[in-house]
């Protein structure tokens, strides 16, 4: 889903017109999550659509509700995708990224509306060794007007002057990053940090949930903890022993940690360059029931939807209208 003005009129009209979401596809949805908390006024925010307030995840449930979706647990979509579909739509509600706002600000709304949520897991963040380089690279370039770093073995030099200048860099270094081995990418990041004083490690830790959170969270049969690999790494990137090492670690250590079964697991970033078939094998290896992605698209029932590729709706919180959620949700905006 594209972001921006033009989309979002798109789905306003689209809503007007009623057809596009009074012809609702598939059985239901899985609706893709990440960060929940209340709205910043600092004026460089790159990862501004990853992120929702409080406010408007309540506005989202009680809609749900009047839209007569029923809101259910990654147990159920399972259950769902391979059976004949139900007479209402459902929806499923997930969160990337393992960020301490889910419990400080996500978890008060899931609670007190008591619906099911699944969170997913990089277990090198609660343990306190996570690289959270995409928070990193955005208190660089929002800190400095000139940012020099190595690249392929060359220095590089770049003018950031203007909030334009920033958000190109980013996502020029997000996307460069992301291309890296895992080893290549946590040394180019803290050569980043170590240049302007920026500190990976706190960072990385202050944002993440840690295990008395987690536990906090176990406790509650409504909460379904998923495991998302150890560091997060993209699985294409990597060797085939490493990637199903990182899924076979990642869910034995959240199962040992919450003593509790994983069944659950998340491709780290999930589009379709992170991560290809052979890592379903995997996934499958490892003892997962479900896989998902964040490959646009709606679950179908009777078994066609690969439980080990399950798409989900990348929800764009630049967005706030809920008839844009409405429309979304039916997969008329998917096509």
């Not at 059985?27 to 990862?47: D, M, N, T």
């Not at 809101?71 to 990337?96: G, P």
């Not at 392929?152 to 460069?176: C, I, M, N, T």
Request: glycine content about 6%; hydrophobic content about 45%.
């Amino acid at each position: 889903m594209s972001s921006g003005p033009l989309a979002s009129l798109k789905l306003e009209l689209a809503y007007i017109g009623g057809h596009a979401w009074f012809k609702r596809k598939g059985a239901g949805v899985i609706l893709r999550l990440e960060r929940v908390r209340p709205r910043h006024s600092v004026r460089f925010q790159p990862r501004r659509s990853s992120e929702i307030t409080p406010d408007f995840l309540d506005r989202t449930i009680h809609a749900l509700r009047r839209w007569n979706y029923d809101i259910i647990s990654m147990d159920e979509v399972c259950r769902r995708a391979v059976t004949l579909a139900a007479r209402q739509r459902f929806v499923c509600l997930t969160f990337d990224g393992g960020y301490k706002d889910i419990i400080t600000s996500a978890y008060p709304v899931l609670s007190q509306h008591r619906v099911p949520f699944t969170i997913y897991v990089p277990t090198a963040f609660p343990d306190g060794i996570g690289e959270a380089w995409w928070l990193a690279l955005e208190r660089v370039i929002a800190s400095e007007r000139r940012i020099s770093l190595v690249m392929r073995r060359q220095e590089r030099h770049f003018d950031v002057p203007g909030l334009a200048e920033k958000y190109q860099l980013y996502e020029f270094l997000s996307h460069w990053l992301r291309s890296l081995e895992a080893a290549e990418l946590s040394a180019a990041i803290k050569d980043l940090c170590t240049r302007y004083a920026v500190d990976l490690a706190g960072l990385s830790s202050e944002a993440a949930l840690d295990w008395g959170d987690l536990a906090k969270l176990a406790a509650d049969p409504l909460v379904t903890i998923g495991s998302a690999t150890v560091n997060f790494p993209v699985l294409s990137n990597m060797k085939d022993a490493g990637a199903l090492k990182q899924m076979t670690m990642g869910k034995a250590v959240v199962a040992a940690a919450l003593r509790r079964e994983v069944r659950h697991f998340a491709y780290p970033f999930g589009d379709r360059q992170s991560w290809q078939r052979k890592h379903m094998a995997m996934a499958e290896e490892a003892g997962f029931v479900s896989a998902v992605t964040t490959i646009s698209g709606v679950i179908e029932s009777a078994g066609h939807t690969p439980l080990l590729a399950l798409p989900r709706i990348n929800w764009d919180g630049t967005l706030h209208s809920l008839r844009a959620m409405r429309v979304i949700l039916a997969g008329a905006a998917l096509s």
